[in-house]
T-cell receptor, first 113, second 110 residues
Framework: KAGVTQTPRYLIKTRGQQVTLSCSPI?????VSWYQQTPGQGLQFLFE???????NKGNFPGRFSGRQFSNSRSEMNVSTLELGDSALYLC????????????FGQGTRLTVV | QKEVEQDPGPLSVPEGAIVSLNCTYS??????FMWYRQYSRKGPELLMY????GNKEDGRFTAQVDKSSKYISLFIRDSQPSDSATYLC??????????FGSGTKLNVKP
Protein backbone atom coordinates (compact mmCIF):
# COMPACT_ATOMS: atom_id res chain seq x y z
CA LYS A 1 0.00 0.00 0.00
CA ALA A 2 1.56 3.28 -1.07
CA GLY A 3 2.13 5.86 1.63
CA VAL A 4 1.43 9.57 1.62
CA THR A 5 3.25 11.24 -1.25
CA GLN A 6 4.26 14.86 -1.17
CA THR A 7 5.73 16.74 -4.09
CA PRO A 8 8.09 18.36 -4.58
CA ARG A 9 10.47 17.25 -1.80
CA TYR A 10 12.52 20.43 -1.95
CA LEU A 11 11.73 23.90 -3.20
CA ILE A 12 13.54 27.22 -3.25
CA LYS A 13 11.56 30.38 -3.89
CA THR A 14 12.20 34.10 -3.58
CA ARG A 15 10.28 36.53 -1.43
CA GLY A 16 7.04 37.70 -2.97
CA GLN A 17 6.55 34.60 -5.11
CA GLN A 18 3.84 32.06 -4.60
CA VAL A 19 4.13 28.30 -4.26
CA THR A 20 1.86 25.28 -4.57
CA LEU A 21 2.56 22.04 -2.74
CA SER A 22 0.87 18.75 -3.47
CA CYS A 23 -0.17 15.82 -1.30
CA SER A 24 -1.54 12.46 -2.43
CA PRO A 25 -3.04 10.61 0.54
CA ILE A 26 -3.14 6.89 1.09
CA UNK A 27 -5.73 5.26 -1.13
CA UNK A 28 -9.12 5.30 0.58
CA UNK A 29 -8.22 8.08 2.99
CA UNK A 30 -10.54 11.07 2.81
CA UNK A 31 -9.00 13.41 5.35
CA VAL A 32 -5.89 15.43 4.61
CA SER A 33 -4.26 17.78 7.10
CA TRP A 34 -1.40 20.19 6.53
CA TYR A 35 1.22 21.22 9.07
CA GLN A 36 4.13 23.62 9.11
CA GLN A 37 7.20 22.45 11.00
CA THR A 38 9.96 24.84 12.05
CA PRO A 39 12.71 24.43 14.65
CA GLY A 40 11.34 27.26 16.77
CA GLN A 41 7.61 26.58 16.62
CA GLY A 42 7.45 22.84 16.09
CA LEU A 43 4.50 21.38 14.21
CA GLN A 44 1.70 23.86 13.67
CA PHE A 45 -1.66 22.95 12.21
CA LEU A 46 -2.58 24.75 9.01
CA PHE A 47 -5.87 23.21 7.89
CA GLU A 48 -7.74 19.98 7.41
CA UNK A 49 -9.85 18.87 4.47
CA UNK A 50 -12.40 16.12 4.39
CA UNK A 51 -14.39 15.23 1.28
CA UNK A 52 -13.29 18.41 -0.51
CA UNK A 53 -14.40 20.67 2.38
CA UNK A 54 -12.17 22.55 4.76
CA UNK A 55 -13.23 21.24 8.15
CA ASN A 56 -10.68 22.90 10.43
CA LYS A 57 -8.30 25.79 10.14
CA GLY A 58 -5.30 26.86 12.19
CA ASN A 59 -4.11 30.37 12.99
CA PHE A 60 -2.28 31.23 9.81
CA PRO A 61 -2.77 34.32 7.63
CA GLY A 62 -4.90 34.23 4.52
CA ARG A 63 -1.79 33.88 2.37
CA PHE A 64 -1.99 30.19 3.23
CA SER A 65 -4.78 28.38 1.46
CA GLY A 66 -5.62 24.89 0.37
CA ARG A 67 -8.04 22.72 -1.46
CA GLN A 68 -8.93 19.10 -1.88
CA PHE A 69 -10.00 17.36 -5.05
CA SER A 70 -12.59 14.66 -5.56
CA ASN A 71 -9.87 11.99 -5.53
CA SER A 72 -8.78 13.28 -2.06
CA ARG A 73 -5.52 14.70 -3.37
CA SER A 74 -4.82 18.05 -1.78
CA GLU A 75 -2.82 21.14 -2.58
CA MET A 76 -1.76 24.02 -0.43
CA ASN A 77 -0.78 27.39 -1.75
CA VAL A 78 1.24 30.13 -0.14
CA SER A 79 1.15 33.54 -1.80
CA THR A 80 3.48 36.50 -1.35
CA LEU A 81 6.14 34.37 0.29
CA GLU A 82 8.06 35.72 3.26
CA LEU A 83 11.40 34.57 4.64
CA GLY A 84 9.58 33.23 7.71
CA ASP A 85 7.63 30.81 5.55
CA SER A 86 10.76 28.69 5.19
CA ALA A 87 9.81 25.40 6.81
CA LEU A 88 9.05 21.75 6.33
CA TYR A 89 5.43 21.40 5.21
CA LEU A 90 3.91 18.08 6.19
CA CYS A 91 0.75 16.48 4.97
CA UNK A 92 -1.07 13.78 6.94
CA UNK A 93 -3.86 11.56 5.72
CA UNK A 94 -6.38 9.52 7.63
CA UNK A 95 -9.56 7.64 6.92
CA UNK A 96 -11.56 10.53 8.28
CA UNK A 97 -14.11 11.25 10.91
CA UNK A 98 -13.29 9.06 13.89
CA UNK A 99 -9.96 7.54 13.00
CA UNK A 100 -7.03 8.69 15.02
CA UNK A 101 -4.13 7.35 13.07
CA UNK A 102 -2.76 9.97 10.75
CA UNK A 103 -0.02 8.93 8.37
CA PHE A 104 2.48 11.60 7.48
CA GLY A 105 4.31 12.12 4.24
CA GLN A 106 8.00 13.00 4.16
CA GLY A 107 7.23 16.64 3.68
CA THR A 108 8.22 19.43 1.32
CA ARG A 109 11.19 21.49 2.45
CA LEU A 110 10.50 25.08 1.35
CA THR A 111 13.28 27.63 1.49
CA VAL A 112 12.44 31.28 0.83
CA VAL A 113 15.40 33.48 -0.07
CA GLN B 1 1.68 30.47 26.32
CA LYS B 2 1.71 27.49 23.96
CA GLU B 3 -1.07 24.96 24.40
CA VAL B 4 1.44 22.11 24.51
CA GLU B 5 4.87 22.42 26.09
CA GLN B 6 7.66 19.95 25.50
CA ASP B 7 11.32 20.14 26.49
CA PRO B 8 13.31 20.21 23.23
CA GLY B 9 16.31 18.44 24.73
CA PRO B 10 18.54 17.10 23.37
CA LEU B 11 18.44 14.12 25.67
CA SER B 12 21.43 11.81 25.54
CA VAL B 13 21.34 8.40 27.25
CA PRO B 14 23.43 5.19 27.10
CA GLU B 15 22.03 2.13 25.39
CA GLY B 16 19.78 0.12 27.71
CA ALA B 17 18.67 3.12 29.78
CA ILE B 18 15.06 3.94 30.58
CA VAL B 19 14.01 7.13 28.83
CA SER B 20 11.29 9.44 30.10
CA LEU B 21 9.77 12.01 27.75
CA ASN B 22 7.14 14.46 28.94
CA CYS B 23 4.66 17.09 27.83
CA THR B 24 2.39 19.46 29.67
CA TYR B 25 -0.70 21.13 28.28
CA SER B 26 -3.16 23.81 29.24
CA UNK B 27 -6.38 22.90 27.42
CA UNK B 28 -8.59 20.73 29.60
CA UNK B 29 -10.66 19.80 26.53
CA UNK B 30 -7.90 17.54 25.22
CA UNK B 31 -9.01 13.91 25.38
CA UNK B 32 -6.78 12.15 22.87
CA PHE B 33 -3.05 11.93 23.42
CA MET B 34 -0.48 10.65 20.98
CA TRP B 35 3.25 10.19 20.68
CA TYR B 36 4.98 10.38 17.33
CA ARG B 37 8.55 9.52 16.42
CA GLN B 38 10.31 11.45 13.69
CA TYR B 39 13.59 10.39 12.17
CA SER B 40 15.74 12.92 10.38
CA ARG B 41 14.35 13.87 6.97
CA LYS B 42 11.22 11.78 7.53
CA GLY B 43 7.64 12.55 8.46
CA PRO B 44 6.37 11.71 11.96
CA GLU B 45 5.06 8.18 12.60
CA LEU B 46 2.51 7.33 15.26
CA LEU B 47 3.92 5.34 18.19
CA MET B 48 1.22 5.36 20.83
CA TYR B 49 -2.30 6.64 21.27
CA UNK B 50 -4.17 7.03 24.57
CA UNK B 51 -7.68 8.18 25.31
CA UNK B 52 -8.25 10.14 28.52
CA UNK B 53 -6.23 9.24 31.62
CA GLY B 54 -4.34 6.03 32.22
CA ASN B 55 -1.47 3.92 30.98
CA LYS B 56 -0.90 2.05 27.77
CA GLU B 57 1.94 -0.34 27.05
CA ASP B 58 3.26 -1.52 23.71
CA GLY B 59 6.46 -3.51 23.83
CA ARG B 60 9.22 -1.32 25.21
CA PHE B 61 7.00 1.77 25.13
CA THR B 62 4.60 2.94 27.85
CA ALA B 63 2.41 6.02 27.56
CA GLN B 64 0.90 7.66 30.64
CA VAL B 65 -1.71 10.39 30.83
CA ASP B 66 -2.56 12.33 33.98
CA LYS B 67 -5.40 14.65 33.06
CA SER B 68 -5.65 16.10 36.57
CA SER B 69 -2.10 17.41 36.23
CA LYS B 70 -2.34 18.00 32.47
CA TYR B 71 0.81 15.94 32.05
CA ILE B 72 1.66 13.10 29.70
CA SER B 73 4.71 10.87 29.53
CA LEU B 74 6.32 8.34 27.24
CA PHE B 75 8.70 5.78 28.74
CA ILE B 76 11.11 3.77 26.63
CA ARG B 77 12.63 0.71 28.31
CA ASP B 78 15.92 -0.87 27.21
CA SER B 79 16.59 2.01 24.84
CA GLN B 80 18.39 1.21 21.60
CA PRO B 81 20.47 3.36 19.24
CA SER B 82 17.66 2.90 16.71
CA ASP B 83 15.39 4.83 19.11
CA SER B 84 17.44 7.96 18.41
CA ALA B 85 14.95 10.37 16.89
CA THR B 86 12.77 13.34 17.76
CA TYR B 87 9.70 12.45 19.79
CA LEU B 88 6.61 14.61 19.42
CA CYS B 89 3.61 14.60 21.69
CA UNK B 90 0.27 15.52 20.19
CA UNK B 91 -3.19 15.97 21.61
CA UNK B 92 -6.67 16.78 20.47
CA UNK B 93 -10.14 17.50 21.83
CA UNK B 94 -11.53 15.52 18.89
CA UNK B 95 -9.96 13.74 15.94
CA UNK B 96 -9.98 16.66 13.61
CA UNK B 97 -7.40 19.10 14.92
CA UNK B 98 -4.15 18.20 16.61
CA UNK B 99 -1.81 20.25 18.74
CA PHE B 100 1.82 19.19 18.77
CA GLY B 101 4.67 19.76 21.16
CA SER B 102 7.89 21.09 19.65
CA GLY B 103 9.57 17.69 20.01
CA THR B 104 12.34 16.24 22.16
CA LYS B 105 15.47 15.07 20.40
CA LEU B 106 16.71 11.78 21.84
CA ASN B 107 20.16 10.31 21.27
CA VAL B 108 20.84 6.78 22.49
CA LYS B 109 24.58 6.11 22.59
CA PRO B 110 25.86 2.57 21.88
Amino acid sequence: KAGVTQTPRYLIKTRGQQVTLSCSPISGHRSVSWYQQTPGQGLQFLFEYFSETQRNKGNFPGRFSGRQFSNSRSEMNVSTLELGDSALYLCASSLGASNTEAFFGQGTRLTVV
Amino acid sequence: QKEVEQDPGPLSVPEGAIVSLNCTYSNSAFQYFMWYRQYSRKGPELLMYTYSSGNKEDGRFTAQVDKSSKYISLFIRDSQPSDSATYLCAMSPNFNKFYFGSGTKLNVKP
